[in-house]
Nanobody, 126 residues
Framework: QLQLVESGGGLVQPGGSLRLSCTAS????????IGWFRQAPGKEREGVSC????????AYADSVKGRFTITRDSTKNTVYLQMDSLKPEDTAVYYC???????????????????WGKGTLVTVSS
């Protein structure tokens, strides 16, 4: 069964950090571009960060540049999103997705995904 599972969400104070994980079962993540997306209450889903197959390229939303970092660990079949200097406006459900044909820019802007996880909630609040 092909599956993506997100983990690492939780409650954090403004200025704090979290690391989200996206782990695949049933397929190899390294063969896909992987994206992190988020959806806040009452808002549309948006692309946060995407990484190309083989980690040759990355893309970030302007709102998270310099604060978030996307990386791969092929040995663990996992993609991470390190989130630092978190702000209340980062509060959302975060989803990861895999796509086998898009560039990172197209994937993040187009909210593209062949496979999707069910999401993990990140709440930034004091």
């Amino acid at each position: 069964q092909l599956q993506l599972v997100e983990s690492g969400g939780g409650l954090v104070q403004p200025g704090g950090s979290l690391r989200l994980s996206c782990t695949a079962s049933g397929f190899t993540l390294n063969a896909y571009a992987i994206g992190w997306f988020r959806q806040a209450p009452g808002k549309e889903r948006e692309g946060v960060s995407c990484i190309s197959r083989g980690a040759g390229g990355t893309a970030y939303a302007d709102s998270v540049k310099g604060r978030f970092t996307i990386t791969r660990d092929s040995t663990k079949n996992t993609v991470y999103l390190q989130m630092d200097s978190l702000k209340p406006e980062d509060t959302a459900v975060y989803y990861c997705a895999a796509h086998n044909g898009a560039t990172v820019q197209a994937m993040c802007l187009g909210i593209l995904g062949t496979y999707w996880g069910k999401g993990t909630l990140v709440t930034v609040s004091s």
